[in-house]
């Protein structure tokens, strides 16, 4: 009975710690995206849910390709900076959580970010 408690109590605990949490997503954001996309909650409030959930499918992988063929990311300064993080293991480990901060916020969820 010890044993079956100790495995149940490590499933959960897995299960907890592996989904996405909000409040890491609106971490990455803020330390990450807030640089080039200034007006957070009118960049956010443009896609529906729906529309974020399909940039942020395979770790982000639209999401990644829209910013490194954009013209005018290119020219910032930061380009190989960002494109380093953006094809980092960092940056699919965070994208599960930016995702969820996304379609928390996005046009169609009725909630309002409050980036900080």
Known sequence: M???????????????????????????????????????EAFIGEKTQYEWDGFMENDGEKLINVH??????????????YKKYFQSRKFKKRARHLKEFLMEYAQDSGNVAACS
């Open 68 to 81: 490194l063929e954009s013209e005018k990311f290119k020219q910032e300064e930061k380009y190989k900076k």
């Open 2 to 40: 010890k044993k079956l408690s100790i495995v149940m109590c490590s499933m959960l605990f897995l299960a907890i710690s592996s989904q996405a949490a909000l409040y890491k997503g609106q971490r990455v954001y803020s330390k990450v995206c807030v640089s080039c996309h200034t007006s957070g």
